[in-house]
């Protein structure tokens, strides 16, 4: 009976002491690939880390004749950046967000060389086009900061 207890304890040691082993293996590891996702945006330069994300520039474009695009088309953010679209061609054309959309804009008319800015704080995929050209259409995906978790906790919720 005595014997049976004491492997007993000795089994729930060993249990205890595994699931440690593995929690600091998770504290190091989830450290390790929190750096090395951050290094991996900077060198992407698509998503900017949410502490550095202040603006974002997209270009109205005329590639080809009467080709006007929006480049780029789709674009990355953290919630607080600013976006600034700038019409570098000699035609008018609108900013304007899809119908149904969660946070809607529209920029009005922005003639050659005009500026349209706008904030984004809300997170979701927000699709836009232009009012004059139905071809023009372009993307804003809106991401909350990032937060990184232990994988210890990650592994829990899962
Ligand atoms: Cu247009």
Known sequence: MARKLARGLMRVRYVLVLLLGVAILGLIFNGLYAQRLAV????????????LATSTDVFIT????FNWVFSPPQITVTTGTVVYWTNNTGVAHTVTSDP?????WDSGTLGSSAVF??????????????????????????????????LVIKAAML
Do not use: I, Q, W
Not at 100 to 104: E, I, L, S, T
Not at 130 to 149: D, I, N, R, T
């Open 40 to 51: 991996a945006d900077a060198a992407s330069g698509v998503s900017a880390p949410a502490a």
């Open 62 to 65: 005329e590639p080809s004749a």
């Open 100 to 104: 149904g959309g969660v946070d809607p």
């Open 117 to 150: 800015s706008r904030t984004f704080n809300t997170p979701g995929v927000l699709a836009y086009h232009c009012s004059f050209h139905p071809g023009m259409l372009g993307s804003v995906v809106v991401l909350a900061p990032k937060v990184y978790l232990p």
